[in-house]
């Protein structure tokens, strides 16, 4: 199986940073795209950034110029800095990857549990 486990929320005052960190483990051959999305209270899940395993990135245009995804491959680890931090940006922030389990077998998707970001006014 493989398993992301997402650390680095809080609670932080509006224009503060923060850095979120999202490590796979477990069975993995490769390890492909790696994302952030986040769930606002009410709200629906929403797209934040993704990073391919070559480094091309792609950002929601709430966030452009605010956050910045990135990844250490070696680690399977993506992160997320978020700068100029708004409370609409308040939302548990989840990470995925596309992975593989072997090298025979069809990428899937896998989820983290998520992690808790509140940014207060």
């Known amino acids: 199986q493989v398993q992301l486990v997402e650390s680095g929320g809080g609670l932080v005052q509006a224009g503060g940073s923060l850095r979120l960190a999202c490590a796979a483990s477990?069975?993995?051959?490769?390890?492909?795209?790696m994302g952030w999305y986040r769930q606002a209270p009410g709200k629906q899940l929403e797209f934040v950034a993704t990073?391919?395993?070559?480094?091309?990135?792609n950002y929601a245009e709430t966030v452009k110029g605010r956050f910045t995804i990135s990844r250490d491959n070696a680690k399977n680890t993506v992160y997320l800095q978020m700068d100029s931090l708004k409370p609409e940006d308040t939302a548990v922030y989840s990470c995925?990857?596309?992975?593989?389990?072997?090298?025979?077998?069809?990428?899937?998707?896998?989820w983290g549990q998520g992690t808790q970001v509140t940014v207060s006014s």
């Open positions: 995925n990857s596309q992975a593989k389990r072997y090298s025979y077998s069809s990428p899937m998707i896998y």
């Open positions: 477990g069975n993995i051959f490769s390890v492909n795209a």
């Open positions: 990073i391919t395993s070559g480094g091309s990135t």
